[in-house]
């Protein structure tokens, strides 16, 4: 069972522009987190919000997490072609899962030059 | 610390052999969860240890999936009889008990031939 969906699956878009990426559940998390993986290589964590309504920035990345805890976004302004990748987002539901990951099936970027 | 360490990198095995892969995780953290990821998905979760004591299994795909902990530190997984539909990447990651600081293996890649 997915618990997390997200959405969209696959985004190609030109360098200079913004997106989102979003990532909903009807669960509630103790903890969100979002992950970018390149091919052949484990996912590397970007960045944790555990607050409802928590908002971090990252550089270019502002992540948001939902007041009640249930979904959360991503966004990039002005896209680099470094920031091509797969980005994962992944739910901790409590410490009685032991804090197991719970992840959204991702969202592949293309950013072209 | 260099990080979460998988070995081998990639493994090619006949169906019906066994194959055990190794984890080393970071040296502070008490917590080691291994996940397999199939193209096109995200991470599923397997298992996890906190020390050397399994807590959870239940998501273990079948009784032909074992994984260990002996001291504490490394871990391993096993897979007996391989099937084709376990070619996958299996990931391993290590988290402090809070379930923070996540730190994810840059995995072992199997395929089944």
């Known amino acids: 069972t997915q618990l997390l969906e997200q959405s969209p699956q696959f985004l190609s878009i030109q360098e200079g522009e913004n997106l989102t990426v979003y990532c909903n559940s009807s669960?509630?998390?103790?903890?969100l987190q979002w992950y970018r993986q390149e091919p052949g290589e484990g996912p590397v964590l970007l960045v944790t919000?555990?607050?409802?309504?928590e908002v971090k920035k990252l550089k270019r990345l502002t992540f948001q997490f939902g007041d009640a805890r249930k979904d959360s976004s991503l966004h990039i302004t002005a896209a680099q072609p470094g920031d091509t990748g797969l980005y994962l987002c992944?739910?901790?539901?409590?410490?009685?899962?032991?804090?197991?990951?719970?992840f959204g099936k991702g969202t592949s970027l293309l950013v072209t030059p | 610390d260099t990080g979460v360490s998988q070995d081998p990198r990639h493994k090619i095995t006949k169906r019906g052999q066994n194959v055990t892969f190794r984890c080393d995780p970071i040296?502070?953290?008490?917590?080691l969860y291994w996940y397999r990821q199939t193209l096109g998905q995200g991470p599923e979760f397997l298992t996890y240890?906190?020390?050397?004591?399994?807590?959870?299994k239940s998501r273990l795909l079948s009784d032909r999936f074992s994984a260990e902990r002996p001291k504490g530190s490394f871990s391993t997984l096993e897979i007996q009889r391989t099937e084709q539909g376990d070619s996958a990447m299996y990931l391993c990651?290590?988290?402090?008990?809070?379930?923070?600081?996540?730190?994810f293996g840059s995995g072992t890649r199997l395929t089944v031939v």
């Open positions: 990651a290590s988290s402090l008990e809070t379930g923070l600081g996540y730190t």
């Open positions: 669960s509630v998390f103790s903890s």
């Open positions: 919000v555990v607050t409802g309504g």
């Open positions: 992944a739910g901790a539901l409590d410490s009685n899962s032991g804090y197991a990951l719970n």
């Open positions: 040296s502070e953290h008490n917590r």
């Open positions: 240890f906190q020390n050397e004591a399994q807590l959870e």
